[in-house]
C-alpha cells in the first residue's frame, strides 16, 4: 500500500482526489482492483473481455475523482 499511497500522494498535491484522504483514495482504488481481480479468477468476466472491463471500471474511477472535485467546489483534502 506505501507504493500506492506515494502515487496518490501526486494527485493530492494536484487537488485531484475530489476531497477524499490519500488513505480513502488508495483503500477504494485498492478495493476496486480486488474486486476486478476476483470476478476475473472466479471466471464471471468473459474470456477476451478482461482488458476493456477493466479499463472502463478504471477510468470510471477516475473520472469519479475529478467530478467529487468539481461537486466539492475545490481541491481535495490531505
Not at 499511497?5 to 476496486?32: P, S
Amino acid at each position: 500500500m506505501a507504493g500506492l499511497k506515494a502515487r496518490i500522494e501526486r494527485l493530492a498535491a494536484a487537488g485531484l482526489l475530489g476531497g477524499r484522504t490519500v488513505d480513502a483514495a488508495a483503500c477504494e482504488f485498492h478495493a476496486l482492483c480486488e474486486g476486478l481481480a476476483a470476478i476475473e479468477l472466479r471466471g464471471i468476466i468473459d474470456g477476451g473481455h478482461e482488458a476493456p472491463i477493466w479499463r472502463d471500471a478504471l477510468g470510471a474511477f477516475v473520472a469519479g475523482l475529478v467530478l467529487d472535485r468539481h461537486r466539492s467546489g475545490g481541491p481535495a483534502r490531505t
